[in-house]
Nanobody, 125 residues
């Protein structure tokens, strides 16, 4: 089992940058595929980015491609989401998630086994 704790969310102006962190407990962090999702008020939770166990493979939602970068440091049991050129539509609660097994359906919440509590990102115009 793994516990996930996100941090780094705050209020930022449009065009600004933020880096979110997700710290994982346990010694087996490197065995998990990791993802970031977000949920805006009144909307469903949506996929943002995912990264493979050793960080070679990554994937992004079209809406964040070329602006966001997912990375991980297995020595620190942490996954990051660097967010640049932020837009008001990026405002949401951001969640990290862990999957014990690989799935081609990385874009869906059902593919993940563990979730953090979320961190609020608010982008003002």
């Amino acid at each position: 089992q793994v516990q996930l704790v996100e941090s780094g969310g705050r209020l930022v102006q449009a065009g600004g940058s933020l880096r979110l962190s997700c710290a994982a407990s346990g010694r087996t962090f490197s065995t998990y595929y990791m993802g970031w999702f977000r949920q805006a008020p009144g909307k469903e939770r949506e996929f943002v980015a995912a990264i493979s166990r050793i960080g070679i493979g990554t994937d992004y939602a079209d809406s964040v491609k070329d602006r966001f970068t997912i990375s991980r440091d297995n020595a620190k049991n942490t996954v990051y989401l660097q967010m640049n050129s932020l837009k008001p539509e990026d405002t949401a609660v951001y969640y990290c998630a862990a999957s014990e097994t690989y799935s081609s359906e990385i874009y869906y919440t059902r593919s993940y086994d563990y979730w953090g509590q979320g961190t609020q990102v608010t982008v003002s115009s």
